[in-house]
């Protein structure tokens, strides 16, 4: 079963009224869901979490699908929504830290639409992460250490992706702002692009 079974098939042609996706990616922690719901509302978009999706179409907690089938089979399903499982268009999407680690991944989403990424301290995601049991990568020993090892692991990735916003010490609103004319000024080249 994959993710866009569940889904109206209507919900995934383009709405002509509404502009490229907006894909917040970036490591856990970062403000991605948070942000991406503010940003969701000022354009009048669906927000979607690419974790919340996976967890509702599969009936089962992130962890409970990292305990009982395994982490490759959670990137398979990240895959899933990420290739059929929401609307091409009228969209913000946060996803998940991991998603365009996987090959491809990073590809897919700049041809569906805006990538921003989020990035954050190693501090200021242990800070925002600590009280959240919904993080299995982070349910160990030593949490610091691992976002540590797991932020250089990525970083290559994540300066690919797209422009990078810092989310340490600034507000919601000034964050907010920044986002949306990046969002503005991409959508706009992207839209004057041959074949667009």
């Not at 978009?45 to 982490?71: C, H, M, N, Q, W």
């Not at 959240?132 to 300066?159: F, K």
């Amino acid at each position: 079963m994959t993710l866009s079974n569940q889904r109206d098939p209507k919900k995934g042609a383009p709405d002509a009224r509404k502009g490229a996706n907006l894909y917040l990616v970036g490591f856990m922690g970062t403000g991605k869901s948070t942000l991406g719901r503010m940003m969701a509302a000022r354009l009048r978009y669906t927000f979607l979490d690419s974790d919340g999706e996976i967890e509702r179409v599969r009936g089962k907690t992130i962890p409970e699908i990292f305990a009982t089938e395994g982490e490759e089979a959670f990137r398979r399903y990240e895959r899933e929504f990420i290739q059929s499982g929401h609307p091409s268009s009228g969209c913000v999407v946060a996803c998940g830290g991991g998603l365009i680690t996987q090959d491809g991944m990073l590809e897919a989403l700049k041809a569906k639409g805006v990538v921003v990424c989020l990035v954050a301290s190693a501090d200021t995601i242990l800070e925002r992460t600590a009280a959240n049991r919904n993080r299995p990568l982070l349910n160990c020993e030593d949490p610091r250490e691992r976002i540590r090892e797991l932020l250089a692991e990525r970083e290559p990735v994540y300066r690919r992706a797209g422009t990078l916003v810092l989310t340490d010490n600034r507000s919601r609103c000034e964050l907010l702002a920044h986002i949306h004319r990046i969002y503005l000024r991409e959508g706009r080249e992207r839209a004057s692009r041959p074949g667009s």
